[in-house]
Nanobody, 125 residues
Framework: VQLQASGGGVVQTGESLRLSCAAS????????VGWFRQVPGKEREFVAA????????LYSDSVKGRFTLSRDNAKNTVYLQMNSLKPEDTAVYYC???????????????????WGQGTLVTVSS
């Protein structure tokens, strides 16, 4: 699976942004998808993930209620809608995919097989 993340940019506090992750090489049906983010000098942090069946979505406590992960199977694309953005959301955002990851490992970046190149989100105060 090849993943192409896009949609990053510079916004002000309280504004919204939608990230996209377009997949090629195989369908995302039956594949777990996730979003992580990383600030320079820090470890990659879990943001959100959808299980292989698409029946459950996990969010980190820091984004719960503000971010929404969604899939468009027809477009083979995953989205991360980010609302009420805060300066602490500033990071490079990565999408990930895996066809065999188990639910208990979704929050662990080392468990994911496929990664997009990252897109930078900057939230100014």
């Amino acid at each position: 699976v090849q993943l192409q993340a896009s949609g990053g940019g510079v916004v002000q506090t309280g504004e919204s942004l939608r990230l996209s992750c377009a997949a090629s090489g195989r369908t995302l049906r039956g594949v777990a998808v996730g979003w992580f983010r990383q600030v320079p000098g820090k470890e990659r942090e879990f943001v959100a993930a959808s299980t292989r069946t698409g029946g459950g979505t996990l969010y980190s406590d820091s984004v719960k209620g503000r971010f929404t992960l969604s899939r468009d199977n027809a477009k083979n694309t995953v989205y991360l809608q980010m609302n009420s953005l805060k300066p602490e959301d500033t990071a490079v955002y990565y999408c990930a995919a895996d066809s065999s990851i188990i639910s208990s490992s979704l929050r662990n970046d080392y468990a994911w097989d496929y990664w997009g190149q990252g897109t930078l989100v900057t939230v100014s105060s």
